[in-house]
């Protein structure tokens, strides 16, 4: 398995994870987001089927309002009003494959992502936004 940007190739009507919010995203927005460098989007594929998303994630650079930082980690923040920030905005796995532990490796590459590029942009921390309870209890 490998995770790579969103291309033309990856099948994008033919992934389903069972929120329609992150299935419509999927189809509909993603590659006008990357397109307009509003987020990354990266795809989940195994290697002899390289067209067949698997599960997907968005990055992108956000801001946090100070006294939204929790307290432990405020005080190794700069003091600026907002706090720059990396968001996971959406992250899913192919209903056919849930189960698998493939959302923990779309989250680790996610983490390893953010990692790499926090430094050039400025980042200082990672933000999920879990859209769905599933996510949010991963």
């Known amino acids: 398995m490998k995770i ?4 033309s190739r990856h099948d994008r009507d033919g992934f ?3 929120v329609d919010r992150l ?15 509003a987020n990354g989007v990266f795809i989940l594929v195994e290697s002899d089927k390289p067209d067949v998303a ?3 994630y968005t990055l992108c650079a956000t801001g946090v309002a100070q006294g939204d930082v929790p307290a432990a980690a405020r005080k190794h923040m700069p003091r600026y009003p907002l706090v720059s920030a990396t968001l996971v905005g959406r992250l899913a ?4 494959r849930q189960g ?7 989250l ?3 983490v390893r992502r953010a990692y790499a590029s926090a430094a050039p942009v400025g980042s200082s921390m990672l933000v999920v936004d879990a859209i769905s309870e599933r996510a949010a209890a991963f």
Not at 4 to 7: H, M, R, S, Y
Not at 23 to 30: I, K, N, S, Y
């Open 4 to 7: 790579e940007a969103l291309a």
């Open 16 to 18: 389903a994870c069972g």
């Open 23 to 37: 299935d419509r995203h999927l189809r509909t927005q993603a590659r006008q987001d990357v397109r307009h460098k």
């Open 54 to 56: 698997l599960g997907y």
């Open 93 to 96: 796995v192919s209903e056919a």
């Open 100 to 106: 698998e532990r493939l959302g923990a490796m779309l």
């Open 108 to 110: 680790a590459d996610a």
